[in-house]
């Protein structure tokens, strides 16, 4: 696969619905390009969408210092945030001054691993990045890319092999009180890397 900064995702294909944006992110490459020029590069395999005006779970914004300025910024950019000490990995979307975003949550390792081990020892593979702290983590991704444009030149998105319908698991998302019920959330149905969080919600039945 071409992971050159060639084929990054512009700022602009994160203008819409996060929800959309959520599903048709599954099977892009997250790359990240090392100050001494090494490459890492993980398929996306799950994801949650954000979007504030129609959504009762982005009451918790308003606690976070300074997310809901930056979660009405440019589409496009890295919202990256700390929460119950972890590190997650948010893309803006929607116009300026509507707060909607993606959380990145799994992503499967494609190249580097080696250099993932520098910052997370595992003993299992598939720990490497199947959450979305641990993707963080792997990546060597830190506040210093909060708000930059998703296509800079040291962290990006390239398209990757289209996911079909068949092939996609929808849930409720991960550790919500309100807005729990929402299906917003989405993973590779069957992949290994999809992280081990239940979803707030359940389908009767299940």
């Known amino acids: 696969m071409h992971l050159g900064h060639d084929r990054a995702l512009p700022p602009a294909s994160f203008a819409g619905d996060p929800v959309r944006v ?34 009762p779970s982005c009451h918790v914004i308003a606690r976070l210092p300074g997310a809901a300025a930056m979660m009405a910024g440019p589409p496009g950019r890295v919202y990256y ?44 593979r598939v720990e490497l990045s199947n959450g979305p702290a641990k993707l963080v983590t792997a990546l060597h991704l830190g506040p210093e890319f909060r708000g930059a444009p998703i296509d800079g030149p040291a962290f990006y998105i390239v398209p990757g092999d289209p996911v079909p319908d068949d092939g996609v698991t929808t849930t409720a998302r991960v550790g919500l009180k309100r807005g729990a019920e929402l299906p917003w959330r989405f993973l590779i149905t069957g992949n290994p890397w999809v992280s081990a969080g239940k979803p707030s919600v359940t389908p009767a039945g299940e």
Request: proline share 5%; charged share 30%; with cysteine.
């Open 81 to 124: 945030h700390v929460a119950y000490d972890q590190p997650l990995l948010n893309v803006i979307c929607r116009p300026e001054g509507v707060q909607a975003s993606i959380l990145i949550r799994a992503a499967e390792p494609l190249q580097g691993e080696a250099r993932m081990r520098e910052r997370r020892s595992v003993k299992r």
């Open 22 to 55: 959520a599903r048709d992110l599954l099977g892009a490459v997250l790359v990240r390009v090392l100050a001494d020029g090494d490459v890492l590069a993980a398929r996306i395999v799950e994801t949650e969408g954000y979007d504030c005006p129609r959504d």
